[in-house]
């Protein structure tokens, strides 16, 4: 985002509900006129001298003194409002009729336009929040489903940061014994302890690794879980995913090859988005154009998390299957195999295509159904809800969603296996203190820098020394 | 009666010697004035230079072709490289001196530069003209003219000691205290503060009984701290330590009704990493003991310093206990110690080139800016000097980046954060200490000298250019050069590192942990030869180059990283009032303290990195 000079100084305007009909809307001004420029069509009590978090009836008038609509205007002074400057918020009727004619009269009043994300950005830039809370807030505008609401709303409330703070602590304390055993090396100062400071490492490695392994569920939690429907040309793919959404989206038909291009849909199952791809069915393509899309199909599998597999039990024999899979199943993908069809032959066990003979199918969950008459649906439903949280650390933990956290953190890892490897090699503790510092600034770079005041004052606090 | 002088320092410690030395070689006309000749360049508190970041800083100066350095190689007493066992960014040279030749050589080495003229008076107050200072004036109501001034007033100002319940006007044991300076400057619009500081007691050598004391000699082969071809001592003096007690801890806690620090007659802070013997006891009441180091002042003297006894409680108690300590029963006392309150001025109030905002032409160095420490107080003034030559000459100040030596994070530490209790370099304070090692203070530094045009600073870049060339050779040799198993597996095994079984190169064989340059040297008959013709220092460069240059690497990639922030200018007019995205603390600071740099910038402290991005914004990054 690049913001010229001049716009910072501005005073910004924007719905700040959702747009749509709703019972009401909020209307959010942020700048030095903020104040000014409702109060000039808020005829009745002066705004400019209310106090802030004050909440005020009135109406709006426009040209020729015309009542837009009856409002309530509520004032947030300058530097406690939620960017750091004046901002109002104008609750008003719902209508986007009166929405835009508000908004119009405010920009002509001397707002302009916010653009995407600058009232956060200015939050940030006013020191309103640190950059991780600035983040949060950027998903929470995004969010759109109740899980990855919940977990934006933990990382503005200092999730992320405070455990990460914790982490930091220990880690001052640790760089403050090294610091100390370099600074102070010719007083009669106690040496840290190389067993218990390796502990103390491993033991933040732990916990790093924790934050990183929630990383895929975060992730998959804000962005959905890419999952991909693949199988054999009428094996059922689009019926079961209208199935899943309880929706017509694709298009349906008798005739192999109908789904050409794929087609992406988003199911919300309990909280948890799958982002679901329908492919173009897997067989050796006739013409160019199906050629194509089963290339689309297998690289749409190698991008994705999740591969529903559907195969028709009448029509696909085992072999087949197994062929299918072996195409399909890549390593960062966790496939669940759908028996489709079950109602044209119920006999059909798992045993008939996974024989124990084929041991590299051993783990592969089976889920039978019949996608015309929704036959079991909610059974898939549950596996593949499960197959994401399989992954989850437990919950309340703290869960990180964010790239940037997540590079920052595992910068911080290789710090400090750093750390341990030049203690395994003796090397000296300057080295040492060095990647400590390094994770530390890592570390800093999700919650904020430590200074060396920071560790001289741990030092002098901890330890008698000077001469 | 006096020409106008182009740098007057006021002041002749080791801020002042090393202002009035600088400003000199660079061709100013330059006055040092003092109170008393007789007390130039002393050592206040104990007799030694250098130590764990100090050192660094000395040789720095010596760099800067700067004479701290000089003086106490002629002068030391004892050298001990510290830290040994650490890396080599760690390794810290320290010297003992002896307090009357340090002084002395310093005064005969003044006194050889035709460039310096000294008066010997008080200097009671500044002339300020429309914001620029025209000179000084004395305590009998001369004006000494000048173009540029330096205050180096170390605890003269309105200085008072503290001895238990007795109090008085002093700028040093046995002298007396500056006065007029500070009511000027607050007058003109400083903010001036208090700060205290302590010395131990000095006792009678001949009283103690030296075999009840552990023994500390100086190292083997002793080094030094110029990069010139000073002599290294001869001879050395040991120093011992000795042990505090809980007797010793008991009869000090009598005197704590009595003490000036407990009892809030002392306002002033005092460091926390030199406590008094009473702070340390009073806050560390766990500790059964504490390490006293007693040293020798000097070659023909008897008195002795006692390290590590800082005190300003009454002279009786500290006679009482040092008595307790193991090897003193019999101790005589020269004089106690005492603690020492003077005026500071919050070193906020200068430009990075150490002159003031309010005053132009006046700069101040030492403990007038809040440090502590004789090296410190040297690397300020040498730098003073350097900018008030700078300044007189219309030229753009020199300054030292963080990057470049323990001189620029001392001075941007000071500018951009300030400090509220005396301020002493470690070397946890710099970013990037790998680079900064005593080893190399030439390297960073001498270029910087020469581009100056500081007298002296041509011979001295000949020296650092052979010492590249050397480590550049050596390494390209090693690099080159292989060596069977069986001329190696001997050494290897011997220091517990894996045999090889095929040819390799000698470089991958030193990047061993456990295998050092001496090792190659001793095994392998080519690397002896090879490193015969080179001086023991440009081997120490070339093992240190190698093994340890992932480190280095990564240091240097941080540096640059940083320094594109150091390269963004701030126009000093800039008007920050004007930012109203900026929080109000920054616009304050940033307004008063007028950065040179976006780097700068970022470090004062009230800046956000929030701010910072204000900033960058506005300057179009």
């Known amino acids: 985002m690049a913001y010229s000079a001049l716009d910072l100084r501005d005073t910004i305007v924007a719905l700040a509900t959702p747009p749509g009909v709703g019972a009401i809307g909020v209307i959010r001004l942020s700048g030095p006129k903020a104040i000014e420029i409702v109060n000039g069509v808020f005829p009745g009590k002066d705004l400019l001298q209310q106090k802030s978090h004050t909440v005020h009836f009135g109406t709006i008038r426009g040209e020729g003194e015309r009542i837009i609509d009856e409002v309530l205007v509520t004032l947030f002074v300058a530097p406690t409002s939620y960017t750091g400057e004046n901002v109002v918020e104008v609750s008003c009727h719902g209508s986007n009729y009166i929405i835009q004619e508000l908004i119009r009269l405010f920009i002509k009043k001397g707002a302009r336009l916010a653009q995407a994300g600058e009232f956060t950005l200015r939050a940030f830039l006013n020191g309103r929040m640190d950059l991780s809370q600035a983040e949060a807030v950027a998903d929470l505008i995004a969010s759109d489903s109740e899980r990855s609401h919940d977990l934006a709303l933990q990382q503005m409330r200092g999730g992320i940061s405070q455990e990460i703070a914790e982490l930091r602590q220990q880690l001052i304390d640790f760089a403050s014994l090294i610091e100390l055993e370099l600074d102070f090396a010719e007083e009669d100062v106690e040496f840290a302890n190389r067993g218990e400071l390796r502990v103390l490492v491993e033991k933040i490695q732990r916990l790093i690794r924790q934050l990183l392994d929630s990383f895929r569920l975060g992730n998959a939690i804000k962005q959905g879980v890419t999952t991909v429907i693949a199988g054999r040309p009428n094996a059922g793919k689009s019926t079961l995913l209208n199935a899943l959404l309880n929706e017509e989206r694709a298009i349906v038909s008798e005739i192999a090859g109908t789904t050409r291009d794929t087609i992406e849909e988003v199911l919300n199952i309990d909280g948890v988005l799958f982002r679901i791809v329908d492919t173009a069915g897997i067989r050796d393509a006739q013409d160019q154009i199906e050629a194509i899309g089963v290339e689309k199909t297998l690289e749409k599998v190698r991008q994705s998390s999740l591969l529903i597999y559907v195969f028709d039990v009448i029509r696909t024999s085992p072999e087949e299957v197994r062929t299918d899979l072996d195409r399909l199943i890549h390593s960062n993908v966790y496939p669940v195999v759908v028996a489709n069809k079950m109602d044209l032959n119920p006999y059909t066990k798992r045993e008939h295509y996974f024989p124990a003979s084929e041991a590299r199918f051993a783990d592969l969950q089976w889920v039978p159904i019949v996608a015309k008459e929704s036959m079991n649906i909610p059974h898939l439903k549950e596996v593949l809800y499960q197959a994401v949280l399989s992954e989850k650390v437990g919950s309340d933990e703290t869960i990180i969603s964010n790239a940037r956290h997540f590079e920052a953190l595992e910068k911080a890892y290789t710090s400090l296996t750093d750390v341990l490897n030049g203690m395994n090699q003796q090397i000296t503790s300057d080295f040492i203190a060095m990647d400590i510092r390094r994770a530390l600034s890592y570390l800093g770079e999700i919650t904020g820098e430590v200074s060396t005041d920071d560790l001289l004052g741990n030092i002098f606090s901890r330890f008698c020394i000077g001469k | ?124 107050g500044l002339v300020v003209k429309d914001g620029i200072v025209k000179g000084v004036r004395t305590g009998i109501g001369l004006e000494i003219p000048a173009r540029s001034v330096v205050l180096t007033n170390g605890t003269f100002l309105n200085g008072v000691i503290h001895i238990g319940e007795k109090q008085f006007g002093g700028g040093r044991a046995g002298e007396r205290a500056a006065t007029g300076i500070t009511e000027q400057l607050v007058e003109l619009g400083f903010e001036s503060g208090r700060m205290k500081t302590g010395t131990p007691p000095r006792i009678d050598g001949r009283s103690l009984d030296w075999d009840a004391m552990e023994v500390q000699p100086g190292d083997e082969v002793p080094g030094k701290f110029s990069y010139t071809d000073t002599p290294t001592p001869k001879r050395q003096l040991p120093c011992h330590i000795a042990y505090t007690s809980q007797e010793v801890h008991d009869i000090l806690r009598t005197g704590f009704d009595r003490s000036p620090m407990f009892n809030g007659r002392i306002r002033g802070l005092g460091p926390r990493y030199c406590p008094s013997i009473e702070d340390k006891i009073d806050r560390f009441a766990d500790r059964d003991r504490h390490q006293l180091f007693v040293e020798p002042e000097g070659w023909d003297t008897c008195e002795i310093y006692v390290n590590g006894f800082s005190s300003s409680l009454p002279e009786d108690v500290q006679y009482k206990a040092l008595r307790q300590v193991r090897g003193f029963e019999n101790m005589k006392m020269f004089r106690p110690g005492y603690a020492i309150e003077y005026d500071f001025f919050p070193p906020t109030q200068l430009k990075i080139s150490l002159e003031t905002h309010l005053v132009k032409n006046l700069f101040f160095a030492g403990q007038i800016n809040g440090t502590t420490g004789y090296e410190e107080a040297g690397s300020q003034g040498l730098i003073a000097g350097i900018n008030a030559h700078l300044a007189v000459q219309e030229e753009e100040p020199f300054v030292v980046r963080r990057s470049e030596g323990y001189i620029g994070v001392l001075i941007d530490d000071l500018v951009n954060k300030g400090t509220k209790e005396p301020y002493r370099m470690f070397t946890s304070r710099a970013e990037y200490r790998i680079l900064l090692r005593q080893d190399n203070a030439d390297l960073r530094l001498t270029p910087l000298a020469q581009k100056l045009g500081m007298a002296g600073s041509d011979e001295r870049m000949q020296r650092v250019e052979a010492k590249n060339d050397a480590a550049e050779h050596i390494e390209k040799v090693l690099r080159d050069l292989s060596v069977e198993p069986g001329q190696v597996n001997g050494l290897l095994e011997e220091k517990g590192s894996s045999p090889i079984n095929q040819k390799v190169k000698l470089h991958g064989i030193l990047l061993r942990p456990q295998i050092s340059m001496e090792d190659l040297r001793t095994a392998i008959p080519q690397v002896a030869e090879l490193l015969s013709g080179y001086e023991q220092e440009f081997v120490d460069l070339a093992e240190t180059n190698m093994k340890y240059e992932g480190y280095i690497r990564r240091e240097q990639e941080m540096v640059d990283k940083m320094n594109r922030l150091e390269e963004v200018h701030l126009h000093e007019d800039f008007n920050y009032q004007q930012l109203a995205s900026l929080s109000k603390e920054a616009r304050e600071k940033l307004s008063r303290m007028k950065p040179r740099t976006i780097g700068q910038a970022s470090r004062i402290s009230g800046v956000s990195p929030a701010d910072i991005s204000v900033l960058l914004v506005h300057v179009g990054r």
């Open chain 2, 1 to 124: 009666m006096f020409p106008t002088y182009d740098v007057i320092v006021v002041g002749a410690g080791h801020a002042g010697c090393e202002a009035a030395v600088a400003a000199a070689n660079m061709g100013s006309k330059v006055m040092l004035a003092t109170m008393n000749m007789n007390t130039i360049a002393q050592m206040s508190c104990n007799p030694a230079m250098g130590g764990v970041a100090k050192g660094q800083i000395v040789r720095e100066i010596d760099a800067l072709c700067g004479y701290s350095g000089i003086v106490t190689d002629h002068t030391m007493v004892q050298f001990r490289m510290l830290n040994r066992s650490k890396g080599p960014a760690m390794w810290s040279p320290r010297a003992q001196s002896d307090r009357m030749q340090f002084a002395a050589r310093w005064r005969s080495m003044l006194e050889a530069n035709p460039n310096i003229d000294f008066w010997q008076e008080m200097i009671v």
